[in-house]
């Protein structure tokens, strides 16, 4: 029997001014990907949502990405020809839809936080690896990549933010669902 856990979403009032302050760069990504560790593989290789190749070039996960701009057929479709990807958005007559799966995450390891930033950032993350020391600040704040993983996509213009909405399933899949500033909240999916 399939689990569903409705996620609470964080409404940030403001953009932390150190948070993902430092980008990933293409060199510094490729450094990191050579370690031999396999949950960074699995986290952010070939067809995950957090890659920052995930787009057909190098694109830092936390600056914002127009997601809702493109079409998914069209810019995942190298990807889902090798069967690399279970990622895909669309957009219906009340809602945008996005679908994810969360690539040897699960919640046994990883926190996943959707938040809302000032109603034009919909932020997915999560911290992937335990702290070995604590330290000041936030993990998001220096090498982000080396503890967690981000995915930051701009909520489409005619979308509300007060009306994101997102599920875990199974632990392993994230569905998100974010409604049109005139449309009535409906009932949870799960």
């Given amino acids: 029997m399939a689990t569903c856990r ?7 009032d403001h953009h932390p001014p150190n948070k993902w302050s430092v980008s990933l760069t293409e ?4 450094t990191f990907l050579a370690l031999p560790h396999p949950i960074l593989h699995k986290v952010f290789g070939d067809g995950s949502f957090f890659s920052p190749l995930l787009f057909g070039k190098f694109f830092d996960p936390s600056d914002a990405f127009p997601l809702w701009d493109f079409e998914s057929d069209v810019l995942l479709s190298n990807l889902r020809s090798s069967s690399k990807t279970n990622l895909d958005w ?3 007559n009340d809602a945008y839809l996005l679908k994810s799966e969360l690539p040897g995450i699960g919640m ?3 926190g996943i936080g959707v938040n809302g930033e000032k109603g034009k950032i919909m932020e997915i993350s999560g911290q992937w690896k335990q702290q070995q020391r604590e330290r000041e600040g936030d993990w ?3 090498n982000w990549w080396e503890n967690g993983y981000v995915r930051r996509i701009e909520v489409p213009q005619d979308g509300d933010w007060k009306k994101i909405e997102a599920h875990l399933i199974n632990d392993v ?4 669902h974010i409604r049109g500033n005139k449309v009535r909240n409906r009932e949870s999916h799960c």
């Fill in 173 to 176: 899949f994230l569905e998100g």
């Fill in 27 to 30: 060199q510094v990504f490729k």
């Fill in 90 to 92: 669309s957009e219906t």
């Fill in 6 to 12: 409705l996620l609470e979403i964080q409404v940030e």
């Fill in 108 to 110: 046994s390891t990883v």
């Fill in 140 to 142: 998001r704040s220096g």
